[in-house]
């Protein structure tokens, strides 16, 4: 009997759809239609799981009360925009391919010279893009440039342009010690014809996991140089500690002899740095929950990978799990940093964004947005707007803004006041996402 009545009611929702609004008739019945009768036609519809996943879905939107998406934030509108980047991919017989598995982020890096914005992909592809798409993306037109590093077999960690010359920092996968790699610069007179890159810089130890690489112009003690992050992998994290090693630590290699110092040390995988007013911030990947923005000082220790605010992922490779448990009764790290001699992070993000790059915000974007810094995620497909205090020792605030993609750079375009989103793509058997620029830019300055 009960069915025969569902059944009615399905046949007269129906009519009523083909005669009257369905918004009216969605309304109405929601209004009279018993709690009882209204589960059973939804369970009917979709099924007892997808209606499990609906409430789930109303529970988060609850937990995310004033989250808005873009084009709005807090108090500005953003426009964003993305273009379409086909050329960039993964070649299936290169180191990084086969390592990688069949599953590949198609990652690149973004910078600009003149009137151009350069691309550099994981594998050393360069690209030269006229600045005049971010106004008509009908202009849009990259043309692929020559160059002797494509040919190594590399995966690219960051790029950098000082002046005229461009700066490559990649991973190179070594003969000697299988899965084993060094950290490497590279730099190269700017030619649109083609880029003749020599070694700036090569590491003599090598390591598995090549995860960082960032770089930064930086003067050190009346001296110029490049800062350079590297990182460690879980197995080999005593590094971090170890003053004998490179990994794990920021460096300061010196332009007249390329030689490096240790900067600062106890660092996990620091992905993004940058220097404001002579204030160095990393942003750095902790373990679950633990990822973290520095204010960088040299001869300093950040604790890792003895402190941390984060804890081991225990999916059997980075940790051991605790028998019979999720996890243990005790943390795995120390719970402060400097009760032990090492120094606080600003902020921890508890739990992890993936974060990366940070920059800072030119005041001309927004009067909303002034002294702000824009921090990217790769997990947590989002940028944080953040406001730090006047000496960089708390953040004030944070504000989530989600753009849906993973961020790996970001670049600011002064001549069209716009920020530049380097968006990865994907490509697998499960995934195929293509990568892609996003253009941010404020409403009103359009």
Known sequence: MKKIFIILIILLISFFIFFFNIEAVRSTAKKYLP???????????????????????????LMN?????????????????????????????????????????????????????????????????????????????????????????????DVLILNNEIYISYAEFGTEAKDCKTINISKAKISK???????????????????????VFYNHEGKDGLLLTTGTNYKQRNLAQDDNSLWGKILFIDFETNNYIIFSKGHRVPQGLTVENN?????EHGPRGGDEINLIEFGQNYGW????????????????????????????????????????????????IAINQIIKVPDNFSNHWKNNFLVTSLG??????I????NFTKLIFNEKIYIGSRIRDICYIKEFNVFLL????????????????????NILNN
């Open 65 to 157: 009360y004033n989250q808005v998406l873009l084009p709005k934030t807090q108090f500005i509108n953003i426009n964003f925009r993305n273009v379409l980047l086909d050329k960039l991919s993964i070649e299936q017989d290169s180191s990084y391919g086969k390592l990688a598995n069949q599953s590949l982020s198609i990652k690149f890096f973004i910078e600009q010279f003149n009137d151009d914005v350069v691309i550099v992909d994981v594998l050393g592809k360069i690209f030269f893009i006229n600045k005049k798409f971010i106004s008509d993306i009908k202009d849009f037109n990259s043309v692929q440039v020559r160059s002797n590093l494509y040919s190594q077999d590399i995966k690219v960690n």
């Open 380 to 385: 947590g497909r989002q940028i944080q707007r």
């Open 422 to 441: 380097a968006l990865e793509g994907h490509s697998g058997p499960e995934k195929n996402q293509i990568p892609s620029i996003g253009i941010l830019s």
């Open 35 to 61: 709690t009882e009768t209204k589960t059973l036609v939804k369970k009917l519809f979709f099924g007892e799981e997808r209606i499990k996943e609906f409430e789930k879905l109303a529970i988060y939107g």
């Open 305 to 352: 990978p003895i402190s941390s605010y984060g804890e081991p992922y225990f999916n059997g490779v980075r940790a051991k799990r605790p028998k019979g448990k999720k996890y243990s009764d005790m943390p795995h790290y120390l719970k402060n940093h400097i009760d032990h001699g090492f120094i606080e992070p600003i902020y921890s993000f508890v739990p992890s």
């Open 279 to 283: 204030f160095i911030l990393s942003a």
């Open 193 to 215: 014809n083609k880029l003749d890159f020599e070694i700036f810089f090569k590491s003599r130890e090598c390591h598995p996991g090549v995860k960082a690489g960032r770089m």
């Open 387 to 390: 406001l730090f205090d006047k």
